[in-house]
Nanobody, 126 residues
Framework: QVQLGESGGGLVQAGGSLKLSCAVSGRTGRAFSMYTMGWFRQAPGKEREFVAAIGWSDTSAVYANSVRGRFIISRDNAKNTVYLQMNSLKPEDAAVYYC????????????????WGQGTQVTVSS
């Protein structure tokens, strides 16, 4: 089975930066390079929302309007890892961030992904 493990969350002041990592491990019949990877977030009392996703190509990225221009998603297939560089963080960015994978080349912004990590907390103070 495929397992996803997020890291890099923490407390940061507004305007600061964080870089999240999602390491993919476990045996699978599909190579990591053939998974579409995404990041979602969920704040207390709110539904999980899409943040960013990246396809099999390192340059094929999609972003939520709220983070476009501030966040960058990338992947390193040699390391089986996907990243989320978060810049110019705002208090409204505070949430638990989840990494997700989907065995498809189609990039989607809805939560119909196949596997999920347990999440990493991002707190933004003013």
């Amino acid at each position: 089975q495929v397992q996803l493990g997020e890291s890099g969350g923490g407390l940061v002041q507004a305007g600061g930066s964080l870089k999240l990592s999602c390491a993919v491990s476990g045996r699978t019949g599909r190579a990591f390079s053939m998974y579409t990877m995404g990041w979602f977030r969920q704040a207390p009392g709110k539904e999980r929302e899409f943040v960013a996703a990246i396809g099999w190509s390192d340059t094929s990225a999609v972003y939520a309007n709220s983070v476009r221009g501030r966040f960058i998603i990338s992947r390193d297939n040699a390391k089986n890892t996907v990243y989320l560089q978060m810049n110019s963080l705002k208090p409204e960015d505070a949430a638990v961030y989840y990494c997700a994978g989907r065995a498809s080349r189609v990039v989607i912004t809805t939560p119909e992904y196949d596997v999920w990590g347990q999440g990493t907390q991002v707190t933004v103070s003013s």
